[in-house]
């Protein structure tokens, strides 16, 4: 087709713009129709060729062509890899003009056109439509290496951003393209690449605070805690079933009232059973205005010393974003829910986990790195458990069943062409097997179409000479996790994704006893399913590599009896309630890192604090001795239903410990749980039939209940240990 002005469209350009949504709209409904790909390339070109005649005057038309540009976007056309004619065209429209720019980026997208022009070399008029089409979110990736390529443009042009809002902050131009960055800022994409993104992170950062004109002279000076409880808020947008709740309730539910005062805000609340759990856990909850400035003026006349931001602030700038840019509490903390560190400047901390994070972990973060001991992750599925509707057989699904079933319920845009190449291949040596995911789930909401993932996943498992029948991709909407459980359940292996691997995700399977095979690579978010497999002492199912992944599922695969053994191991561990799974635990331990980086807040000043980059570790939590050492100390201050908490937890752990079980007792005594100290002795004596003081409290029991056959049971053992050797260590057993 011509490219320049050589030869003028046949229809005018108002026709050909709508003959190009037109084509835009067919596209979004049927991305898998080969026809609907032609038609809207061609609209494209037929588009490009009239954009180019227009004169730099004509603003209304102009504004069309940015819209298009915007429409095409949003259709994902502009995630397909580009060829090289696209691409030699994209540069002879360039020659043309400010108008010939304008029509290339109705061509090609920014991600994969090495040469579009450097946002300095752009007219000042354009800057805004060419922020919005430099920065453009794609749907999904359609080929091997887009990801990391685009988060190579992605650094590129946020550096270019950077360069021009310190060079001139003022200019007209610069507020503009700030303020379109703010509004469209996507960086979920970011995360399929390999890099720790803490440059891309903190140039973000530094532009949304710049963009937002945030005030960074306000000050919040640290005062000491000594005498008095840390007073400290949660802020999520909500606190409704999402994954962002389930990961944040366990750090506050179980803190200490002696030592935090706890507060929640929100943006949303619907008042749903788990938003009334969460509130019910705290000692205020307070839904925030609507008006960013009335959210600061609440937030800092609540005089919070910490203040936790406990939804993801590094994807899009929503709500909670907003206000992170702002300094509202001497200490400002962001949970494992952020997947990358924030580089947002008012961010002092960000909490991750000792089996979360690498030896070089803090030269990725901008804030002061926290860790707490174990996984970063920890969950709190249980307050809003429902019952699942149905179950899923392997005679529903299609499947032999003799067939080996891998199965994934890792969101879809986990699922990036690299993992498609690898489950590919993985079918490809497993003669027979199948592969059934669940990529829609409620945590993640998404534009990227089943028929357009489906249509993709199929020329790649083509490519590698498997049938598109052995791949089985479920698009029903479950109303709760415990169905997705479910349908995990006919499976034999359970794959995770590289490099964002799962932490919720990976729950389900291990709730169901299935295998997880997952690659950990080097940062956060690909290191978060291996922390869990350790923590469960799993660490035989971590691959360093994608040849070890590979070769770790094929070994799997071809061995029942060790999946077997797995799946024995599995359902075990998690019956023990594991340290992820620990409410108790998670908020002994966040609620610790809290105080150790407040108080050395306070005593060094935010400078010295924030360029330290020691982690900040958080002390054993978890161990049974932890446990039933925190529990004595409670019963001796009256804390006897706190103290129940720390010894029903202990003996989960170690159920074979009498001194365990006696401890126990007497707390659920002092609880007036009297039949249930009584279980409880009754066991610890079971296991120590020569356990004095476990007898003398069933006596003092089994007397105040009248319960005449327990107490004359507890009267006989008692004199029978008395009269024994007193110096037998056996007959002391406190």
């Known amino acids: 087709m011509p490219t320049t002005a050589d030869r003028p469209a046949v229809l005018p350009l108002s026709a050909l713009l709508e003959r190009c949504l037109l084509a835009a709209d067919l596209y979004a409904e049927s991305p898998d129709q080969p026809e609907f790909t032609a038609k809207l390339n061609l609209a494209r070109h037929e588009a490009a060729s009239a954009i180019i005649l227009l004169g730099?005057?004509?603003?209304?038309?102009?504004?069309?062509?940015?819209?298009?540009?915007?429409?095409l976007a949003a259709s994902g056309a502009t995630d397909a890899v580009v060829d090289a004619a696209d691409l030699d065209l994209a540069e002879q429209l360039l020659a043309s003009g400010p108008m010939g720019l304008l029509a290339a980026m109705v061509v090609v997208p920014a991600s994969q056109w090495p040469g579009a022009p450097a946002l300095a070399d752009v007219p000042p008029g354009l800057w805004p439509a060419y922020t919005a089409w430099l920065f453009h979110a794609p749907q999904g990736f359609c080929a091997v290496g887009q990801a990391e390529a685009y988060g190579a443009h992605y650094l590129r042009r946020l550096q270019e951003l950077a360069d021009a809002a310190a060079a001139k902050p003022d200019a007209l131009q610069v507020k503009a393209a700030l303020q379109v960055f703010a509004t469209l800022n996507n960086t979920i994409a970011l995360y399929f690449t390999t890099d720790s993104l803490r440059r891309h992170m903190e140039l973000r950062g530094r532009l949304l605070t710049a963009a937002a004109r945030v005030d960074r002279r306000t000050s919040f000076p640290a005062t000491p805690r000594a005498g008095r409880r840390l007073r400290v808020g949660f802020v999520n947008r909500h606190f409704g079933s999402q994954t962002e709740t389930y990961t944040t309730l366990p750090t506050f539910e179980h803190l200490d009232p002696a030592r935090f005062e706890v507060q929640l805000f929100t943006h949303h609340d619907r008042g749903t059973a788990l938003e009334q759990y969460a509130a019910a856990r705290a000692g205020a909850h307070t839904v925030l205005p609507e008006k960013l400035e009335e959210q600061l003026k609440v937030l800092r006349a609540a005089a919070l010393d910490v203040v936790v931001f406990g939804t993801n602030v590094t994807a899009v700038c929503h709500e909670v974003t907003r206000l992170a840019l702002h300094r509202v509490a001497p200490l400002q903390v962001v949970n494992n829910s952020s997947y990358t560190t924030t580089g947002l400047p008012e961010i002092d901390l960000y909490v991750s986990g000792t089996a979360t994070e690498h030896a070089d972990a803090p030269a990725h973060f901008t804030e002061r790195l926290a860790l707490l001991q174990g996984p970063a992750h920890a969950f709190n599925y249980e307050a809003d458990r429902q019952p699942p509707v149905g179950c899923w057989t392997r005679a529903a699904l299609g499947f032999p069943q003799e067939a080996v079933v891998f199965v994934s319920a890792a969101?879809?845009?986990?699922?990036?062409?690299?993992?498609?190449?690898?489950?590919?291949?993985?079918?490809?040596?497993?003669?027979?097997?199948?592969?059934?995911?669940?990529?829609?789930?409620?945590?993640?909401?998404?534009?990227?179409?089943?028929?357009?993932?489906?249509?993709?996943?199929?020329?790649?498992?083509?490519?590698?000479?498997?049938?598109?029948?052995?791949?089985?991709?479920?698009?029903?909407?479950?109303?709760?996790?415990?169905?997705?459980?479910?349908?995990?359940?006919?499976?034999?292996?359970?794959?995770?994704?590289?490099?964002?691997?799962g932490a919720n995700s990976l729950i389900d399977p291990l709730d169901s006893g299935l295998p997880v095979v997952t690659q950990e690579g080097d940062s956060f978010r690909s290191s978060m399913g291996a922390a869990l497999l350790r923590q469960l002492g799993l660490a035989e199912l971590i691959a360093p590599d994608a040849a070890s992944y590979h070769d770790l599922c094929v070994r799997l695969a071809g061995d029942p009896v060790a999946r077997a053994a797995l799946r024995a191991r599995i359902t075990a561990v998690m019956e023990c309630q594991p340290l992820f799974l620990d409410p108790l635990a998670a908020s002994d331990g966040f609620g610790a890192v809290l105080e150790q980086a407040y108080d050395e807040l306070a005593a060094r000043g935010r400078e010295a604090f924030r360029r330290d980059n020691r982690p900040i570790v958080g002390p054993e939590v978890f161990s049974t001795a932890f446990r039933q050492a925190r529990g004595r100390a409670l019963l001796a201050e009256g804390e006897a239903t706190r103290a129940t908490d720390y010894f029903l937890n202990a003996v989960q752990q170690d159920g074979r410990n009498p001194s365990l079980w006696h401890d126990l007792a007497d707390a659920l005594r002092r609880s007036d749980r009297i039949d249930e100290a009584v279980q409880a002795l009754q066991t610890c004596l079971q296991l120590d039939s020569h356990h004095l003081a476990g007898w003398q409290l069933l006596a003092e029991l089994s007397e105040s209940l009248g319960h005449a056959e327990l107490l004359t049971e507890a009267r006989g053992m008692l004199a029978t240990l008395q009269a024994g050797p007193s110096g037998d260590p056996a007959l002391c057993v406190a």
């Open 56 to 71: 730099q005057n004509t603003p209304a038309e102009v504004k069309a062509v940015i819209d298009l540009q915007r429409k």
């Open 411 to 501: 969101n879809i845009h986990k699922i990036i062409p690299e993992m498609r190449v690898a489950w590919a291949r993985l079918l490809a040596a497993v003669p027979g097997s199948r592969l059934l995911l669940h990529p829609f789930t409620l945590n993640w909401s998404s534009t990227l179409s089943t028929k357009r993932f489906c249509a993709e996943f199929d020329a790649v498992l083509a490519a590698h000479g498997v049938a598109s029948d052995r791949l089985v991709v479920s698009s029903v909407r479950f109303p709760s996790r415990c169905d997705v459980g479910e349908l995990l359940k006919v499976g034999d292996l359970y794959l995770d994704t590289f490099p964002f691997a």
